[in-house]
């Protein structure tokens, strides 16, 4: 496929799309949340998309307060094998365990054979590997130790059972679906995890749902609400996917590339580094803004320079960036934290300022105190 054929077709995708194709570019991860009534659908939509826009293998799970890490593990892995470097791999180790069952056979007898060979079974039928994209619908009630779990998953791109350890593919995609919240994400999430994420993303149910409306043609009442939805999609009701239609990691690949080659001038950089600066001294911030988020901060931005096909970055696109990057980050301040109650402000006077503040809230008003460039 051309560049300007590539581009045509990045065009046509809708905005939940492009999420997915940013945390592809990157290789990263994103937060999705939306209303409550939306989460059944949102999840059916990113299904769609992962299988007809990008051709990925997916898993799915529900999670809830007594998710436990085993429960974790068999949901992210698949016996579809879709990697031939694991096959070499798991042959090879199984061609060597055999040779060293019929060794201690031959030394201790029969019986040692028959406990060898339950241990081969054992290692070699567990040969599942991680699937290239996870969607963890409602991830921030799992108990901690399944946060701690998804974040070594993220960090080591490996995961562990008790019989063997799995690998995932280097192009790896964990989606935590959840409801939204008014105070913001991060409460709800492992803080090491939580930064360990690149973005987040709001998707309102009155954006709709391009990929499932066309898959099963349902449609919502003219007087409801776009999370009224008269009829579900079904496997038996999805549309025959062109393969020519797919982007795929070649094509990732090169937007990658382009990413790669984008430049920030020294205009550029002092801005962004302000907006951090401004960030971590606003009254309405909790917690600080990690040195990751700030790593995480650049490289979306090359990413979104290279979706516009440019090889710069503008002040627009760090202003979006922003947004995207530090909504999940941002846990809003306590009044009785505030730190001007020592120098003879009021409880009262701080919890009117900071009572509507959000993290949406809080950039925005960053957003315009800080000099864009021109």
């Known amino acids: 496929m051309e560049y ?93 365990t055999k040779r060293s069952a019929d060794r201690q056979s031959s030394r201790y007898g029969r019986a040692s054979l028959d406990k060898s060979s339950s241990r081969v079974r054992t290692a070699t ?35 562990y059972t008790r019989t063997a350890f799995h690998g995932a593919p280097k192009t790896f995609i964990f989606i935590p679906l959840v409801t939204s919240k008014p105070r ?44 009224s939805i008269v009829r579900k999609p079904s496997p038996g009701l999805h549309k025959e996917v062109d393969q020519s239609y797919i982007i795929r990691e070649e094509l990732i690949d090169i937007l990658r590339q382009f990413g790669d080659n984008v430049t920030l001038s020294t205009d550029i950089n002092c801005y962004l580094q302000n907006i951090v600066i401004f960030l971590r001294i606003n009254r309405g911030v909790a917690g600080g803004i990690s040195v990751a988020s ?30 995207r990057v530090y909504r999940h980050r941002i846990s ?6 505030d730190r001007s109650l020592m120098y003879g402000s009021t409880l009262k006077a701080v919890d009117l300022v900071l009572a509507d503040a959000t993290p949406e809230m809080i950039i925005e008003e960053v957003l315009a105190e800080v000099e864009a460039p021109l």
């Open 4 to 96: 300007s054929s590539l581009y045509n077709r990045l065009e046509d995708l809708s905005d939940l799309e492009v999420v997915v194709l940013l945390c592809l570019i990157a290789r990263e991860h994103c937060i999705i949340d939306t209303e409550r009534d939306a989460l059944d659908d949102l999840e059916n939509e990113l299904i769609l998309i992962a299988e007809n826009i990008f051709g990925l293998s997916h898993a799915t799970f529900n999670c809830s307060p007594e998710t436990t890490l085993e429960e974790f593990s068999n949901a992210v892995l698949t016996h579809d094998s879709e990697r031939p470097d694991f096959e070499r791999l798991s042959s090879l180790t199984s061609y060597e």
């Open 125 to 159: 039928l567990d040969d599942r590997k991680v699937v290239y994209f996870v969607i963890a619908k409602n991830f921030d009630q799992v108990p901690d130790l399944v946060q701690i779990q998804a974040l070594e998953l993220i960090r080591t791109k490996r995961i």
């Open 184 to 227: 913001g994400l991060s409460s709800s999430f492992n803080g090491h995890l939580n930064d360990h994420i690149l973005m987040s993303y709001y998707h309102d149910p009155h954006d709709g749902f391009v990929n499932l409306e066309e898959s099963s043609g349902w449609f919502s009442d003219d007087q409801g609400s776009m999370s």
């Open 294 to 323: 700030t790593r995480h901060f650049q490289l979306l931005t090359r990413c979104l320079a290279a979706l516009q096909r440019i090889d710069y970055v503008s002040p627009s696109l760090i202003a979006l960036a922003a947004r």
């Open 332 to 337: 809003v301040a306590e009044p009785a934290g």
